[in-house]
């Protein structure tokens, strides 16, 4: 999804300052100050754009994204990169823009017919240059009337129910025909995605976000208005492909004197559903990039433009910053805590370990935040770590969390949610890592493998009593197995290098048909093993045999960093070879 945590820093300051450069032989048009403004207010679309940074030149990155100039120094957009919203200001020939998200561009401007063309360079490296068409009614270059919602309008003691839609660009599965939205006057909504909790209106448009994580969802453009319809623009802010046209009827319902009888903040386990559905978004994702990789056909076709490398990063920051405001709920002092409280703050700080792990072991050095993050200025702020200090992070957080976590529920339901058994392999997971196999083997032998039975089939169908700990897939199929009793019994090959009192389902030993021994040897039985798909790259790395295996050159051991983080924060740098 995009995308949480780190929104992407404005690609729209600028320096409107006049020169000659043509536009596929186009002539084009030198003016002054004050007609560059009057002839630039207006609505533009994309339909030409080439980022450059560090060498490396991505087309089509803007295509289709929209801006507004206003008249009154103020601009809207429905691109990330832009900050959606922000200022301008002229100083001779120079007008600088600020978006809200902080960034400043300098940019060069000139028209060639109904063509306005950005040429510059932005302070975090990037250079870039845009072509936009004014968007109009028809060719005689007339813009298209904008209508501006009001609180009155859209919010009250009513709802919005789908009466048709249009999707124009990308797909969306949230909008369905006879559903039901509604915004409330305290800024309160429930959208069209769970996570679209809160609205705002800035100029004339309706912009949704989480309001936990202040992450950005859709912006609503009013179209038409007709007694109790109306008919909106709606584009993603997830979903940059997202470009739909909604009509929507008023559903007006009784008011009810409800009392709520438990304040959100205080019921903590309100917040275990979000952690764990953004967590299994993580892992999905993260199975999808190392299957990628760790394939030689396709080993090479993962970039920093590629969508699962941004959704996979987004998916653990949004995990990780829900866990973070959780926690402070706890440090605050907002929760009285007892032991199912106790167990459940310690839940939540071991699949942080988790998702740190992960992130540092696919990307090596990244942003490490441990405190909630509640505007796109903390955001884009935040440097990165090395990647032994993210490490050493997980560790320390499994460690403390290790002691009160629940018991391992040999129940299926209870195989869903962290336990002791999956911290006791996390932290022997990283004890791998980073090159202590004693103490790694000492977590494992504190892990009663007798108390589960062994898969003895080639796929696991069902959440067998082989599984320590799965992920409830949001997407596609019912779980993930994350640890299994054979991923305990393969960290224990991993450290021994001998099979000798494992359990593992193998036709062939060491000794007959040619079998390998040593990291070769693991690596091969790792791959045996389709429910055991978590943890194969990072046993690859850690065996020194990915590169053999895969064929993927040494840089890509590790993931670029998504393009649009790189753009929205100054302080991460992306990792060499991308």
């Avoid at 990169?81 to 200022?87: A, E, I, K, L």
């Avoid at 589960?452 to 949001?474: D, F, G, H, K, N």
């Avoid at 290098?497 to 079998?515: F, I, P, R």
Wanted: charged residues 20%.
């Amino acid at each position: 999804m995009k995308r949480f945590l780190l929104l992407a820093l404005p690609m729209m300051l600028m320096s409107f300052v006049f020169c000659g450069c043509g536009d596929d032989d186009e002539k084009t048009e030198v003016i002054s100050d004050g007609e560059l403004i009057s002839k630039a207010i207006g609505t533009w679309m994309c339909v030409k754009s080439t980022d450059t940074q560090q060498g490396h030149s991505y087309d089509g990155l803007m295509v289709g994204k929209e801006v507004t100039i206003n008249a009154g120094g103020t601009y809207t957009s429905t691109a990330q990169s832009f900050g959606y919203t922000g200022t301008y200001s002229v100083n001779g020939n120079t007008v600088t823009v600020k978006s809200n998200s902080g960034g400043t561009f300098v940019i060069t401007v000139t028209f060639s017919g109904k063509r306005m063309i950005w040429e510059g360079a932005a302070n975090n490296g990037v250079t870039f240059k845009y072509y936009f068409d004014r968007e109009s009614d028809d060719d005689s270059g007339v813009v298209q009337p904008v209508l501006t919602f009001t609180d009155d309008l859209i919010a009250g003691d009513f709802s919005w129910k789908v009466k048709d839609f249009t999707i124009e660009k990308g797909r969306n599965s949230y909008i369905q025909k006879d559903k039901e939205i509604s915004f409330k006057k305290d800024g309160s909504c429930e959208g069209f995605h769970t996570m679209e909790d809160a609205w705002l209106i800035k100029n004339g448009r309706i912009e949704t976000y989480h309001k936990q994580t202040s992450e950005p969802m859709y912006v609503y453009t009013l179209l038409s208005q007709k007694d109790s319809t109306i008919s909106v623009r709606m584009e993603g802010t997830l979903d940059d492909e997202l470009k739909a046209t909604v009509v929507l009827t008023k559903v007006v319902y009784q008011s009810m004197d409800a009392t709520i009888t438990e304040d959100y903040q205080s019921n903590i386990f309100a917040l275990r559903a979000p952690i764990y559905a953004s967590c299994a978004s993580f892992v999905e994702g993260q199975l999808q990039l190392e299957a990628t990789r760790s394939t030689p056909n396709t080993v090479h076709q993962i970039s920093a433009q590629s969508p699962v490398v941004s959704n996979t990063w987004q998916a653990a920051y949004s995990t990780i910053n829900r866990i973070n405001y959780t926690l402070e709920m706890a440090e605050r002092g907002d929760l009285q805590l007892n032991q199912q409280v106790t167990q459940f703050l310690a839940e939540v700080r071991a699949i942080r370990a988790f998702i740190y792990y992960n992130l540092g072991m696919l990307w090596g050095n990244v942003p490490v935040i441990t405190q909630a993050i509640m505007s796109s200025e903390q955001a884009s702020n935040i440097p990165q770590r090395s990647q032994s200090e993210v490490f050493q992070l997980a560790y320390s957080d499994i460690c403390n969390a290790l002691g009160n976590l629940p018991e391992s529920n040999y129940q299926n339901e209870g195989k869903l949610y962290f336990n002791k058994d999956a911290g006791k392999m996390l932290k022997a997971e990283i004890e791998l890592t980073l090159g202590s196999k004693s103490a790694a083997q000492n977590t494992l032998n504190q892990i009663d493998k007798d108390s589960y039975i062994y898969q003895t089939r080639s796929v696991l169908q069902t959440m067998e009593r082989p599984v320590i700990w799965a992920m409830a897939q949001a997407s596609s199929g019912p779980y993930i197995p994350v640890y299994t009793i054979t991923h305990h019994q393969l960290y224990l090959y991993e450290i021994t290098g001998s099979k000798d009192g494992l359990v593992l389902e193998t036709n062939v030993s060491l000794g007959d048909g040619g079998a390998t021994s040593g990291p070769e040897g693991v690596a091969a039985e790792w791959k045996k093993y389709t429910y055991a798909d978590f943890g194969y790259w990072a046993a690859l790395k850690r065996l020194g045999q990915a590169q053999s295996v895969t064929g993927c050159f040494d840089y890509e051991l590790l993931m670029p960093i998504p393009y649009v983080d790189i753009m929205s924060n100054p302080n991460i740098t992306q990792n060499p070879g991308y």
